[in-house]
């Protein structure tokens, strides 16, 4: 069965230092999204993807934040100056049509 | 009011039981509904879409009353491996759009 895939599943970084989370999506969707989930607390959208662009962003995705897709396969999160705040659970999701999967997470540490 | 709310439970029911999950949502304008199912740590796991007319997947039945804009799980014959965090989940319109969670109600079924 395809699922959604996720590098690294664990990052640990200083405070400040940019960080980039990897996605390969399930290989026929369309729709991309990321999310984070905070220790003990609900999933949170981030950012959705459509036709290489930006469909929809939260209030959390601010300027330290953005997506690119480099190629045909992955999707990718960049944050730019890692803050404490930041650190969380990242699960990358796809979609075809309103059913969303979750790939693994990324497991992001900031010190 | 919250977005998605849920009991938080946690609920602790022997094998074999019955047990039952409500979810009430805000956003009048949601079109898509889910229960999806996260173990500890782990990503969210699609368990099943909801349908106003009802749906049923082996042991787990879910049902959707838009009027109420309530949502409930009922899980039957309860299995060790049923232990989890269930998710209420809904989209924010029609289509491909981020997805809402609750913060979830726990299930720990004892031998």
């Known amino acids: 069965e395809p699922e959604v895939t996720q590098t690294p599943s664990h990052q640990v970084t200083q405070m400040g230092q940019e960080v980039i989370l990897r996605c390969v999506p399930i290989s026929n969707h369309l729709y991309f999204y990321w999310y984070r989930q905070i220790l003990g607390q609900k999933v949170e959208f981030l950012v959705s993807?459509?036709?290489?662009?930006?469909?929809?962003k939260s209030e959390i995705f601010d300027d330290q934040f953005s997506v690119e897709r480099p190629d045909g396969s992955n999707f990718t999160l960049k944050i730019r100056s890692t803050k404490l705040e930041d650190s969380a659970m990242y699960f990358c999701?796809?979609?075809?049509?309103?059913?969303?999967?979750f790939g693994p997470g990324t497991r992001l540490t900031v010190l | 009011r919250k977005e998605v709310e849920q009991d938080p439970g946690p609920f602790n029911v022997p094998e074999g039981a019955t047990v039952a999950f409500n979810c009430t949502y805000s956003n009048s304008a949601s079109q898509s509904f889910f229960w999806y199912r996260q173990d500890c740590r782990k990503e969210p796991k699609l368990l099943m879409s909801?349908?106003?007319s009802g749906n049923e997947d082996g042991r787990f039945t879910a049902q959707l009353n838009r009027a109420s804009q309530y949502i409930s799980l009922l899980i039957r014959d309860s299995k060790l491996s049923d232990s989890a965090t269930y998710l209420c989940v809904v989209n924010k319109g029609s289509g491909n759009t981020p997805l809402v969670f609750g913060k979830g109600t726990r299930l720990s079924v004892i031998a």
């Open positions: 909801v349908y106003s």
């Open positions: 999701a796809s979609s075809y049509d309103d059913e969303q999967f």
């Open positions: 993807f459509y036709n290489n662009e930006i469909s929809e």
